[in-house]
Structure formats: C-alpha cells, structure tokens
C-alpha cells in the first residue's frame, strides 16, 4: 500500500490534491484531519537526558560507584 501525505491550506472549502498515475483508475480512501492544535516543527525537539533520574539517585551509593559493575558480577554469577 502506497500512501500520500500533504499538508494544505484549506481556501473556500476545497483543498487540491495531484495523483501520481499509479492511483489512476484505483479506488483511494481520503481521510481529512485538522492540525490546527498540533505543534508545527520541522526539526525533531532535542532533548536530553542528563539529570532526568537525579530523582531515583541515592547518594549514599556513590562512593560505591566505582565498585558497582564488579558487585553486579558477583551477585549474578558468584565469586570467581
């Protein structure tokens, strides 16, 4: 399935949409939606995630940071 997707100004009613010849003579289904109350960006919203779980930190494992990937090793797998 092949679809189209054009943003148009609607003027008296009517918008004006140009089929490529490969729609000629096929049934199309036409669906209409407003985007009057979504926000128009051409670029994508950048973001980042620095800071976002500073809420789940505890501060008191900090000094044990360093240690962290050895203790995960040990509990998954038992002292070597």
Avoid at 20 to 26: A, I, N
Avoid at 34 to 50: D, F, I, N, Y
Wanted: hydrophobic content about 35%; charged content about 30%; some cysteine.
């Amino acid at each position: 399935m092949e679809a189209i997707r054009k943003i148009q100004t609607v003027k008296n009613g009517r918008v004006h949409l140009h089929l490529p010849k490969q729609f000629w003579g096929q049934q199309v289904e036409i669906i209409v939606l407003s985007t009057a109350h979504q926000k128009k960006s051409t670029a994508p919203e950048e973001r980042s995630l620095r800071g976002c779980l500073r809420q789940y930190a505890d501060s008191s494992l900090i000094a044990r940071e360093h240690e962290a990937w050895q203790d995960a090793v040990k509990e998954k797998h038992g002292p070597c």
